[in-house]
Nanobody, 126 residues
Framework: QVQLVESGGGLVQAGGSLRLSCAAS????????MGWFRHAPGKEREFVAS????????YYADSVKGRFTISRDNAKNTVYLQMNSLKPEDTAVYYC???????????????????WGQGTQVTVSS
């Protein structure tokens, strides 16, 4: 049984930083690309960032490029999302997900992910 557990969300002022973590179990974590998505009220779920199985490739949504950094520690089965210069429009529930196929590079399509975490709320006040 694959499990993904996010943590690190919270309330922060605009311009501040947060670091989200996603701990994975039940699969050989290091073989799979990982992604972060977010879902704000009244909006569609949105791709945020993806990292390849090795960590050698990353890809970001234009809205977060230059502010967010995705990384992974395969020894700890954990993927991270460092969020800097946060804006009120970053407010959302953030989800991590694991790619359904091993040894792929970055993945931006929602349907390519087969397991999702429960989400962690990020609220950015103005």
């Amino acid at each position: 049984q694959v499990q993904l557990v996010e943590s690190g969300g919270g309330l922060v002022q605009a311009g501040g930083s947060l670091r989200l973590s996603c701990a994975a179990s039940g699969r050989t974590f290091s073989n799979y690309a990982m992604g972060w998505f977010r879902h704000a009220p009244g909006k569609e779920r949105e791709f945020v960032a993806s990292i390849s199985w090795s960590g050698g490739s990353t890809y970001y949504a234009d809205s977060v490029k230059g502010r967010f950094t995705i990384s992974r520690d395969n020894a700890k089965n954990t993927v991270y999302l460092q969020m800097n210069s946060l804006k009120p429009e970053d407010t959302a529930v953030y989800y991590c997900a694991t790619d359904r196929n091993p040894y792929t590079l970055v993945v931006v399509t929602t349907t390519e992910y087969d397991y999702w975490g429960q989400g962690t709320q990020v609220t950015v006040s103005s």
